[in-house]
């Protein structure tokens, strides 16, 4: 039996099958036409000469241009279209990823930063991918200087029209040194063009290409050697939010030389006792996951009827009666050994570990006939555990946990007079920036102390005992490369022996 309808519906429903072919196309194409403004104004009000704001980028407008990546239907543009698409919305997710994880130093501190799945229109892939597609579809291999990696030698990010000639955007590209440049008649040229050379093709089709773009001379053409590549952030404030944080790693080739400078000073019974801690901090950036380096500790002390500050004059006498107070000062270098910095979690750069070995070079550091303690006599373990919180883009949370095993002396047990203090302190820095140069912060910090006690023929036991400092500071760069640090610190008194340290920091360091 066949069913009837009438006309009129049959008309009906033709009308809607019409629009809705109409209209689909014209409501994912909204979704591209609502992005090329949105990022467009992005990279006006954000980007200069490829360094980008990206502390002034407002969230919300990041995740709307990345919803409109996502739902936006690629396969109903011009290929020209589809391309200057593309490349925009590589550049965008880039910023997009940076924002999720920042502040950081470098794109190398993010695991599977560039492997990480992203809805692109119909698709799901990665920047990888991504890159490698609109390669294939631009067939032109100069597509490589719009794509921007997020790092100070990457390609200057543009915003890409499709009906402009992709060629007045390479030129604009080259145009900046960190691409091409020349010195001492040599070319300079970004290792962009080492990496993907079977793309650019040999050195000859290479240098006829660049000087369609440029004004290089390929009559004479120059040498070629390719400059360093360098992955530090390309943040207009990179001098730099994220140098204030000692859980960030230094990618390969970076580092820093770090002194630090500690005096403590405590006050009990009309005794006074100084500590000075000089400590030099080595540490290398051999891969994007670990750093290794080393510690030398300088050790100054002055105990009895001293001055406040007498630790810094590195004296060595020995016991002595000063107006009967048993007085001495000794100094030298009492600790020294390697430190290893390291990201356990592949997607989680605010959380590293840190551990540091030192070995005692100093003869009877713990005191002998002649001089009283300055150090302990046995290897040092410190363990320590780094966390950052992000609280708002001008301020921070660190968290720092430690396991402290110092004069750790092996077969102790039952057979030496000698102890083991074994300290679990937790650290709270909140941090505040007040610019790109200076951050000021407060300190909390909260440890327990367990003494383990060794006696031949007796068995071990342990004393228990807890303390506090509380702490302000301040941090500013005084050079690219230069840093100073200040910090007062004050100890709570659970044992009623007031107690101070003032501690000046120096550090010198390359991303």
């Known amino acids: 039996m066949l069913l009837k309808y009438p006309q009129h519906n049959f008309f009906t429903f033709y009308l809607l099958l019409l629009g809705s072919l109409i209209i689909a196309p014209q409501a994912v194409r909204a979704q591209v036409d609502q992005f090329n403004p949105t990022y467009r104004q992005l990279v006006r009000d954000h980007i200069n000469n490829n360094a980008v704001s990206y502390q002034e980028i407002d969230i919300q407008t990041s995740a709307a241009i990345t919803k409109q990546i996502s739902t936006a239907d690629i396969d109903i543009l011009t290929k020209n279209e589809k391309v200057a698409f593309l490349i925009n919305a590589y550049n965008a997710l880039v910023i997009s990823q940076v924002l999720e994880y920042y502040p950081i130093n470098s794109v190398a501190e993010v695991g599977g930063f560039f492997t990480k799945k992203h809805q692109v229109g119909p698709r799901t892939m990665s920047l990888n991918e991504l890159e490698q597609e609109i390669l294939n579809l631009s067939a032109d291999p100069y597509t490589h200087l719009l794509l921007n990696c997020g ?14 000639d992709r060629s007045v955007y390479y030129i604009k590209a080259l145009a900046a040194k960190q691409l091409l440049d020349q010195h001492g008649g040599v070319l300079l040229l970004s290792k962009i063009f080492e990496w993907y050379a079977a793309d650019f093709g040999s050195q000859d089709e290479l240098i006829d290409g660049l000087s369609e773009l440029t004004e290089l ?22 001098a730099s939010i994220g140098v204030y944080y000692p859980t960030r790693l230094y990618p390969k080739g970076g580092g820093e030389v770090k002194v630090f400078n500690n005096y403590y000073t405590q006050l009990q019974n009309g005794v006074r006792s100084n500590f000075f801690s000089s400590f030099l901090q080595v540490l290398i950036g051999t891969s994007k996951n670990y750093n290794f380096g080393f510690d030398v500790k300088l050790r100054s002390v002055s105990s009895g009827a001293v001055r406040l500050f007498s630790a810094l004059e590195f004296n060595d006498q020995p016991f002595a009666d000063n107006n009967g107070v048993r007085t001495f000062s000794r100094a030298g270098i009492s600790g020294i050994g390697p430190r290893i910095k390291y990201q356990p979690f592949k997607n989680k750069p605010n959380i590293n570990f840190l551990h540091t070995v030192y070995f005692v070079p100093m003869q009877e550091a713990e005191g002998n006939d002649n001089y009283g303690y300055v150090d302990y006599d046995y290897p040092q373990i410190f363990n320590q555990v780094f966390v950052e919180k992000e609280l708002s883009r001008k301020s921070r949370l660190f968290i720092d946990l430690g396991l402290h095993i110092e004069n750790l002396r092996l077969n102790a047990h039952r057979n030496y007079e000698h102890f083991t203090p074994i300290q679990v302190p937790i650290t709270v820095i909140y941090n505040y920036f007040i610019d790109s140069k200076t951050t000021i912060y407060g300190l909390g910090a909260f440890a327990q102390r367990f003494d383990i006690r060794f006696r031949p023929d007796t068995d071990t036991y342990s004393d228990h005992s807890v303390y506090g400092q509380l702490g302000v500071g301040a941090k500013h760069i005084l050079h690219d490369l230069l840093e100073i640090e200040l910090l007062y610190t004050n100890f709570l008194s659970f044992n009623d022996t ?14």
Not at 151 to 161: H, Y
Not at 224 to 237: E, P, R, T, V
């Open 151 to 164: 790092a100070v030698s990457c390609p200057e990010v543009q915003f890409i029209e499709a009906q402009i």
């Open 217 to 238: 001379d390929k009559e004479e053409p120059l040498p070629i050697k390719y400059q360093s590549y360098d992955w530090l952030l390309n943040d207009k404030s990179t």
């Open 498 to 511: 007031p107690a101070h340290t003032f501690n000046l920091g120096i550090r010198f360091y390359k991303w």
